[in-house]
């Protein structure tokens, strides 16, 4: 089967619903190098906005949902259920700075290392507008 064509919806690709949908779109997926890339927009509102200001946490979710969102891409390539996932695991991680809140950013992720059903994923955040707000690195578990 060939690859279905990018960028595609995340919410084709993952189980997350709003409001707890964070990315917008898988825009890359490399097998052989084992990255990905997905989009999405800062929040103005809810659970990872206060005083204005996006929250740290956010920025790792939507690492783990762009992980999660090239994993059931992989899965629908594949011709294969999508594997259950979960975070496990934050060994690192830099916050260069916050965005502005409604901003479109660019999520790019490796696999750095797989040993059984975890991954060592490491992530970078970039405003689309100019900018680093977050790198770092998470560990995330897959089911079969």
Same mark, same amino acid.
């Given at each position: %089967?060939?690859? @279905? *064509?990018?960028?595609?919806?995340?919410? #084709?690709?993952?189980?997350?619903?709003? @409001?707890?949908? =964070?990315?917008?779109?898988?825009?890359?997926?490399?097998?052989?190098?084992? +990255?990905? *890339?997905?989009?999405?927009?800062?929040? +103005? &509102?809810?659970?990872?906005?206060?005083?204005?200001?996006?929250?740290?946490?956010?920025?790792?979710?939507?690492?783990?949902?762009? %992980?999660?969102?090239?994993? &059931?891409?992989?899965?629908?390539?594949?011709?294969?259920? *999508?594997? &259950? $996932?979960?975070?496990?695991?934050?060994?690192?991680? =830099?916050?260069? /700075?916050?965005? #502005?809140? $409604?901003? !479109?950013?660019?999520? !790019?992720?490796?696999? #750095?290392?797989?040993?059984?059903?975890?991954?060592?994923?490491?992530? !970078?955040?970039?405003?689309?507008?100019? &900018? %680093?707000? *977050?790198? $770092?690195? =998470?560990? +995330?578990?897959? /089911?079969?």
């Amino acid at each position: %089967m060939n690859a @279905p *064509a990018l960028p595609i919806a995340a919410v #084709e690709l993952v189980p997350h619903r709003p @409001p707890m949908l =964070l990315v917008d779109f898988l825009l890359a997926r490399d097998r052989d190098a084992d +990255t990905g *890339a997905g989009s999405a927009r800062l929040p +103005t &509102g809810g659970i990872f906005v206060t005083g204005g200001a996006v929250l740290p946490e956010y920025f790792i979710e939507v690492a783990a949902q762009t %992980m999660a969102a090239v994993s &059931g891409y992989d899965a629908l390539c594949d011709r294969k259920p *999508a594997a &259950g $996932g979960y975070l496990v695991g934050i060994d690192r991680v =830099l916050w260069l /700075g916050c965005g #502005e809140p $409604g901003a !479109e950013i660019r999520i !790019e992720i490796a696999r #750095e290392m797989k040993v059984g059903p975890i991954s060592l994923i490491s992530f !970078e955040i970039i405003s689309t507008s100019g &900018g %680093m707000l *977050a790198e $770092g690195t =998470l560990r +995330t578990w897959e /089911g079969e």
